[in-house]
């Protein structure tokens, strides 16, 4: 896994050799750390994979989605055409798009396994006690059990005509194409209902 400045040199690397830049001057060649967070705000790009402290990391589906959404753009492609045709893509088709080269794929070693801060909101409540007289002893301090530990991280999947669903974890491409497939009675409800993009509307 890589830290978004390692992922975005990685980008500058791949696109290096024949990206010509986008036709509109005011698309960057290469994204910034901004540009990536609003891309996986909007769904355009998966959320980080894992975090090292407050230490965002990625992988290889992001580099391989950056990469190819600044191909597309290159050829005149405007964001919105771009997330209709990525979304769902499998890794197979990302990198057809791409064409990133081998050597950039290579991830460094996976981080340690990092604690989960327990989520205090999900513990049950505590039983109310028993009044103590004033009298009585104060009883030991034992120290109240640890809330469950749970991983929570949100991926935006793009359904196209700017709707995105975020769901909890990173979705495989099974995941991304059984997503797309069910949420197809939802983005007609939400077209008959005026609720989308038409212009990014497959």
């Known amino acids: 896994m890589w830290t978004l400045d390692e992922l975005l040199d990685r980008v500058s690397a791949a696109l290096t050799a024949e990206y010509s830049g986008a036709p509109n001057g005011r698309v960057r060649d290469v994204p910034d750390r901004r540009a990536v967070r609003w891309y996986a705000t909007t769904g355009l790009v998966d959320r980080p994979s894992a975090m090292r402290g407050r230490t965002a990391l990625y992988e290889k589906r992001h580099l391989l989605q950056l990469v ?69 002893p104060a009883p030991p301090a034992v120290a109240p059990p640890a809330p469950p530990a749970e991983a929570f991280a949100l991926n935006g999947v793009a359904l196209g005509g700017g709707a995105v669903v975020l769901v909890p974890g990173t979705p495989t491409d099974a995941d991304r194409a059984a997503i797309a497939a069910a949420a197809r009675p939802l983005l007609d409800l939400l077209a008959a209902r005026g609720l989308l993009n038409e212009r990014e509307t497959p």
């Open 68 to 136: 190819a959404v600044k191909r597309l753009q290159s050829q005149g492609r405007t964001l919105a055409e771009i997330q209709t045709e990525l979304a769902g893509a499998t890794e197979t088709a990302l990198a057809t798009i791409a064409r990133v080269p081998e050597h950039l794929l290579a991830s460094g070693e996976a981080p340690p396994p990092e604690a989960v801060r327990p989520r205090f909101w999900a513990a049950p409540a505590a039983p109310a006690a028993a009044p103590v007289p004033v009298d009585a």
